[in-house]
């Protein structure tokens, strides 16, 4: 079983970057779809990104699209978020989430059967 660890939060000024990345364990993780959600206070956990398994195809939430970029490295077990331009809006902990379905159109939460422990992004105005 992938397990799977969050790290690169932190705090940063609104128009900053940060990389996020989500370390997974395990022989398999080549054969995961991984995804990104966030979740700000008192909110719902919302959908950010997702990437298949190779890396070929990718998707994005229309509030990143344009300024957050998904990858991964599967020799390294480990995939990315880029995110540029970071508004206050961007606040939340983010997620990192795998799981075994073909494609792209796989954007809820329970989409996914595996997941990190969350990472904190702030962005401040």
């Known amino acids: 079983q992938v397990q799977l660890v969050e790290s690169g939060g932190g705090l940063v000024q609104a128009g900053g970057s940060l990389r996020l990345s989500c370390a997974a364990s395990?022989?398999?993780?080549?054969?995961?779809?991984m995804g990104w959600f966030r979740q700000a206070p008192g909110k719902e956990r919302e959908f950010v990104a997702r990437?298949?398994?190779?890396?070929?195809?990718?998707t994005y939430a229309d509030s990143v699209k344009g300024r957050f970029t998904i990858s991964r490295d599967n020799t390294k077990n480990t995939m990315y978020l880029q995110m540029n331009s970071l508004k206050p809006e961007d606040t939340a902990v983010y997620y990192c989430?795998?799981?075994?379905?073909?494609?792209?159109?796989?954007?809820?939460?329970?989409?996914?059967?595996?997941w990190g422990q969350g990472t904190q992004v702030t962005v401040s105005s």
């Open positions: 990437i298949t398994w190779v890396g070929r195809s990718t």
């Open positions: 989430a795998a799981d075994r379905q073909y494609g792209l159109g796989f954007t809820g939460e329970g989409d996914y059967e595996l």
């Open positions: 395990g022989r398999t993780f080549s054969t995961y779809a």
